[in-house]
């Protein structure tokens, strides 16, 4: 096949995730691996004889979920190419920078994280290139007819993202090793072997930092925060203060909110920060971190009691670090914080499942019976996906009333008797 034949759709790029988008978006893709199978490309017989890897990572991400699975799945390539060096390319300086800070203490010994134009790259001296997500058709079709020189290897293996569990293209064209990669690959991103570290100093810096701002020995600590990169992903304002002033009735008890300057500057969190300073300056905590170690840090802290949020960056990092903590045996899992995310629909492609599963955290889903009765239930109790996403509603209707009472009911052992102790 010539390259002027190597015509890649890239026409459908729509990123709506409705039913007809994602069917279109399913066929271009299978269209184009059909293509990429039809390159004359020489087989890698061992892995050993990969030198250079490049990822690409064509989506800008700036959220720290993301970008939390994301460094967990390279650190997944990484283990599998462990001999070779490895690029990854990032979109902005920003997304390069938050990955070097979460990647801290990872051993990837092998990894550089670069921030480049992809045209500025030579492609031709790498052995292997990887995309996430072939969703991107453009940049295929860019790589694919990029190889004018063709050297002892060329690149071999593309790794598509699942965006459901019927979109499941390409893998048997691949070698053995290369199914292997691209599987363990998927699994890795999102489950409980992921994990962030931290460094002695990091802790004891943290651990300072919350004695300077009034906290005591005694004193539990309950991450309770209101933002997440949507607003129907929060309670409602009212909801959210109704549960401060439960959560701070509790004795030697203070809620910690974390400052960014995404939203410093909002006028909801200026509202939030106002209301703390006249009805509960005693009880709240504001740390204006920008440096996401140090948030790390904190959350980290002996004192953090509970962590309570929607499903947003700060409980990914927290379970992420608490997960590593577990396994290196600094702490006895009945040691770990209490960790509960509350969540419901966000848009059709969102699963709760896909982010929460195998986690430390507990997960709640807010749902309607026929009737139009809104409840409150648990993931873990829910038996597959579709069980997951059926009835489900946004999570700005849990009231106050309804998360309290669930928490009441079902974390009495977790939560009540332990913060009442």
Known sequence: MSKNELNFESSELNLDYNNDNL??????????????????????????????????????????????????AVRTINHFFFYSQIDLLCNTYEE????????????????????????????????????????????????????????????????????????DIGLKTFDAYIKDVAQRYWDNCLNSNNELCLTKSEQKKANKLLI?????????IIVFPYFSSKINKSLKLNDYFLMVKWLTSFKNVKILIFEVAEISELQIHKEICKTFEEKFKSKTIIIKSDNIRQTMSVLANKNIFS????????????????????????????????????????NSNYNPYNWWKDTLVECLLIKKKPDGKKYLCNMKDLENNKLISENMLTADNISFDLLKKYIEKNFKEDFINYINS
Request: proline letters at 2%.
């Open 23 to 72: 069917k279109r978006r399913e066929n271009i893709l299978k269209n184009n691996v059909n293509k990429l199978i039809h390159l004359k490309t020489h087989r890698i017989r061992y892995i050993n004889d990969i030198r250079r890897v490049l990822i690409i990572r064509k989506e800008n991400y700036v959220f720290i979920g993301d970008n939390c699975f994301f460094i967990n």
């Open 212 to 220: 300077q701002m009034g906290v005591q020995k005694n004193e539990k």
């Open 96 to 167: 390069k920078l938050l990955l070097k800070q979460l990647s801290k203490g990872i051993k990837m010994f092998n990894l550089r994280i670069i921030n480049k134009k992809i045209k500025s790259i030579d492609l031709n001296s790498y052995d292997v290139i990887i995309i996430d997500n072939l969703i991107h058709l453009e940049l295929v079709d860019y790589i694919i007819n990029s190889y004018n020189n063709i050297k002892s290897f060329t690149p071999s293996i593309f790794l598509f993202r699942k965006e459901n569990d019927e979109l």
């Open 307 to 346: 962590i309570i949020s929607p499903c947003t960056g700060i409980t990914h990092i927290a379970n992420l670090i608490y997960s590593n903590f577990i396994k290196s045996r600094i702490i006895e899992y009945k040691d770990k914080p209490f960790m509960l995310v509350y969540a419901g629909l966000h």
